[in-house]
């Protein structure tokens, strides 16, 4: 931390502080400003000029240790602040949260730059405390969290969405300091092998600007999948899933049973691939099970687009499905925006048909499938059909 007290009850700021000054400060005792235990003043080769506590401690505002990182990226910040003009507090503690923002800005704009671990449900305790007085928050990670091959449940902590760029993360690399955004982040449900794109800043361009950035409609780009490919490798990632008693496939499969379907002979339509299921918690199969269920209830009763979803996000609490935690997305959103990407890939392929505000019948609406015929008019039926993708699906450069 940078942010001390000294005896006299005076705070203190080792940020930008001369390495000439530090013999006189070292020779005061400081105080934590949150829980008022002792500190010591450490200044070294290595890292730059801190405070630590002198004991062990239990201190909510500063319960992880500091890497060099994590000091070096709040001074960057800072000095891009300071270069620009803009109010901000190193290190301020807010008293009704008993929280301290590594940086606040503008009074309102928390910023944290997460370097180390923290529990999940920490940062989703620490996110809706800022969310719940009016604070916006910036979670901004450093290395060990940048994207590379797979979502751990902690980097989908840090995610946000936005209609422009999609699902994106931010990302300070202190040394180089400049911010990245990984930005339209996605994964096709085989594998869940992972998808983005990624914009940088240095710091000398304007760090409202950035931070407005992902409101904007600017940064549209298409990738596109093989649909009879990726369904193909989904129903092998299957099978595999089963041989070797997947949890949440088992599950699936029994809830399937009562139905008279297998995991491996399930209407065609369950095989498309969406493009964002990391956000999903269990299998897939049963989310995509509750959708058809509601949606060919609604056909029936001749409910409307938004009754569908609203009777779909209803049954699916009362069916225990859930998403991930991302404390920085509405939860609801997670499940409407699951129902929307389906049914606009159901659209765009001619499987599902909506007129006059209402679902029509179509032939994805089949239970019963012929197995003999089936790997053949499954090939058939696949090939062929392409899948732009990234979010959001309208705005897309095709």
Request: contains cysteine; hydrophobic residues 40%; glycine residues 4%.
């Amino acid at each position: 931390m940078y942010i001390g007290k000294n005896e006299f009850g005076e705070t203190v700021s080792l940020l930008f502080r001369e390495t000439s000054q530090m013999t006189q400060l070292r020779r005061e005792k400081w105080y934590c400003p949150a829980c008022k235990g002792e500190l010591i003043l450490k200044a070294g080769s290595k890292k730059a000029a801190h405070f630590a506590h002198k004991h062990q401690s239990d201190c909510n505002s500063f319960s992880e240790g500091e890497t060099s990182e994590h000091l070096q990226g709040k001074k960057n910040i800072a000095k891009w602040c300071e270069e620009q003009e803009i109010p901000y507090q190193i290190e301020a503690y807010l008293p009704e949260l008993q929280q301290r923002p590594d940086l606040l800005v503008d009074g309102v704009i928390a910023i944290e730059f997460q370097c180390s671990d923290l529990s999940i449900d920490r940062l989703e305790e620490r996110t809706k405390k800022y969310l719940e007085y009016g604070y916006q928050v910036f979670w901004i990670v450093g290395e060990k969290f940048i994207l590379k091959e797979k979502l751990s449940s902690l980097q989908l902590g840090f995610i946000y969405f936005s209609p422009s760029l999609g699902f994106y993360l931010w990302h300070l690399d202190v040394w180089k300091k400049q911010l990245f955004l990984y930005y339209h982040i996605e994964t096709v449900h085989f594998g869940r092998k992972l998808y983005f794109l990624k914009k940088s800043w240095t710091i000398k361009e304007s760090l409202r600007s950035i931070f407005n950035f992902p409101l904007q409609k600017k940064l549209c780009s298409s990738r596109e999948f093989n649909v009879l490919k990726a369904s193909l490798q989904y129903r092998l990632w299957l099978r595999k899933g089963l041989y070797h008693r997947d949890t949440e496939l088992i599950k699936a499969q029994r809830r399937l049973y009562n139905q008279g379907c297998s995991i491996q002979l399930l209407p065609y339509a369950f095989y498309i691939p969406v493009t964002f299921p990391f956000y999903l918690k269990g299998s897939e199969i049963l989310w995509k099970q509750l959708f058809w269920q509601v949606l060919e209830q609604s056909i029936n009763a001749g409910r409307s687009y938004s009754a569908v979803i609203a009777d779909f996000v209803r049954k699916a609490y009362q069916n225990g499905l859930t998403t991930q935690k991302m404390p920085n997305i509405d939860p609801n959103f997670l499940l409407i925006f699951f129902v929307r990407e389906y049914v606009d890939l159901l659209l765009s392929y001619n499987w599902l048909n909506y007129k006059n505000q209402k679902f029509e019948n179509s032939m994805a609406v089949n239970w019963k499938v012929n197995a003999e015929k089936y790997d053949r008019n499954f090939k058939s039926l696949f090939e062929g059909l392409k899948q732009l993708s990234t979010t959001p699906i309208k705005n897309m450069i095709k």
